[in-house]
């Protein structure tokens, strides 16, 4: 991993915690730290077309290798020339290793030694990932980011599974380590649990293994808020300094701008779509759940102080007519809106943090909008 | 209706068949015909963003008054505005009258002198269309063009019940007349079924009404497609050639042209956002159903000659596998190259109009693409 320099640069840290503002130099795009990476399963940002993730300069997204494993499959993938020529995403491509989906969405999932055998959820069909060929996978799709194939528990587990889990994450991480050929940069993933100290030896023995990049996985799995936070700040500690900490799966924005301050450059999370769909949009006052009857005749912008093109030209009463009705409209606007409001988000926590202004930088509220 | 003049223009003819190019001057755009009106049953053209069909120069959306009546009503559209207001769209709406929606999709109807007594579609609510009440919601909506109420049975019927729907048409379109007070121009609407005699009598009392435009109604509701090009034909020759003539609710690319050549300026169909969401595209080259397994690695975008945003980023491929796994960004991109599709069909018609080459412009294949 040659030019190691010059991928990951820091340009500013803030004074008052552990945030930092960086450049990560990836083939398809260079990311502006701390980025938010609009999640694309199926290697489309469900509802939002990539003319307005450009036109916003998203630079980078992320795309489930278990659900592209299964479909369109490696070899449909490889022939299509990788997953940039297949979907038509052009810039950078983060790929998950497809770990947390099979122990999350699979069935008959069997975690052995040599890897994960488990049941497609679309069809039942037996199917096995292991590091090899998770590797072999993201290679195939050309991603910018790998990531390493991990064992991650739902949590609350026993101590002693959650142990388990932090050694094989260990092997496999070895295994992903000698197996990759891809272009893209490849990063460990640390687990551990609530625990400390197996957090402690999982960071120690992923960093042992020089990495391109250091994910925080496992977290967001069922454990309380106040756990994700301690854990999050404790291991990004123990991660090295110089190279890019990604929290996998989360969050909500003020969860963010938590973990930004604990130290993290990289983040994913299906909320802004998932809810967008759902109807829950995010605003700088807090949630707008637009089926609620206060918002019929709303005549204001899901947020008034938002410039999205969503926020430019529609109301709020509006998008309750088009939800309630099962206008398709409705999910697709909100979920562009949403993701026009992380995206903005971290560009706030990117502008504050370059003008040493942090510190005083409040996270918009977690309830439900005020009048 | 003062400056009728200057309401449509007719700036073209072509020499060997009833085709005008023309341009209708109404308060939010002028639209050049012959123009297609994307639908927007409840206020959005489905999955179809108003910034795209801005930035490909549409100028007049349609929306349905029967929906409209029912959510949000007569007093939340006036509350909120109007129908610009309200939806967020600038430029021209067309609206329906209801009459068509009620016979279609209202349970318990009960057509009498006075008007149409129906039950909502949504919760069996007792509602009442009157000629009266149609021109007062298109006038609080703000309609650029509003249409009279009028009636259509559904095909085939006897000929009795044609002939009483053209004769209470007739009687609701000079009441129609009467209490039309809205900003926008009123079009009357011609029926008669596939009995020429009927058309030539309702288009001639319609006539004598001294409408604005005049619309063909009552086609595409179960009769053949050579029935609607004679009716069509028939029809349009005996409306005034000085004003606007719209065909309500056809077709396909090539029952568009038809008809222009039969001197229809005006369009709306459901097809380009229906078959969107079914996962059926238009092309130059005929139709591309998604879901069929020979697309499954077609690298190529749905229409090789299309410059929409679909077809220069996505491939068949892509397309198909996100409509086969039910991502919302399917339905939304085909929905979107459809419409794209119709608004550069009509494009290509007036430029062939102007061009004094219409003879010579042939449709798209109606049946599926070829390999």
Redesign the interface.
């Known amino acids: 991993m040659e030019n190691r320099a010059t991928f990951f640069a820091i340009d500013a840290s803030d004074a008052g915690s552990s945030a930092r503002l960086g450049r990560l130099s990836l083939s398809h795009a260079t990311v502006e730290t701390p980025a938010f990476m609009p999640v694309g399963?199926?290697?489309?940002?469900?509802?939002?077309?990539?003319?307005l993730l450009e036109s916003w300069d998203c630079r980078i997204i992320l795309a489930n290798t278990y659900?592209l494993m299964l479909?369109?499959g490696l070899d449909?993938i490889r022939?299509?020339?990788g997953l940039h020529?297949?979907?038509?995403w052009p810039r950078a491509f983060l790929t998950d290793s497809g770990g947390f989906q099979v122990m999350s969405l699979a069935t008959q999932r069997d975690v052995t030694e040599e890897g994960v055998r488990f049941r497609s959820h679309?069809d039942g069909a037996a199917a096995m990932l292991t590091p090899e060929l998770a590797m072999e996978l993201q290679a195939a799709f050309g991603s910018d980011v790998a990531m390493c194939l991990d064992v991650c528990p739902a949590l609350p587990a026993p101590r002693g599974e959650v142990e388990d889990a932090v050694a094989l994450t260990a092997r496999w991480a070895e295994r992903c380590r000698r197996a990759w050929t891809g272009p893209g940069r490849l990063f460990g993933i640390v687990q551990g649990g609530t625990h400390e100290d197996l957090r402690r030896r999982s960071a120690e023995e992923i960093a042992a293994l020089d990495f391109a990049g250091y994910a925080i996985g496992g977290v967001a799995v069922g454990e309380e808020k106040r756990e994700i936070e301690r854990i999050t700040r404790s291991t990004a500690a123990r991660l090295p300094a110089g190279r890019p900490r990604y929290l996998m799966g989360v969050g909500t924005p003020a969860d963010i701008l938590g973990a930004v301050r604990a130290g993290i450059d990289l983040f994913d999370c299906v909320l802004p779509t998932r809810n967008g769909?759902m109807g829950h949009a995010y605003t700088s006052a807090g949630s707008v759940a637009i089926k609620n009857a206060r918002f019929?005749?709303d005549?204001r912008p899901l947020d008034p102080s938002c410039a999205c093109?969503v926020c430019r030209?529609?109301?709020r009463?509006?998008l309750r007519?088009?939800f309630?009705?099962s206008?398709?409209?409705?999910?697709?606007?909100i979920s562009?809106h949403n993701v026009h409001f992380y995206l903005s988000w971290m560009r706030r926590i990117r502008d504050a943090i370059g003008a040493g202004r942090l510190p005083e930088l409040a996270p918009p509220p977690e309830g439900k909008v005020e009048e």
């Open positions: 399963t199926l290697g489309a940002v469900k509802g939002v077309p990539f003319d659900h479909r369109p449909g022939r299509a020339g020529r297949f979907t038509g679309l769909r019929r005749e005549g093109p030209r529609h109301s009463s509006y007519h088009l309630v009705l206008d398709i409209t409705a999910p697709v606007l562009m």
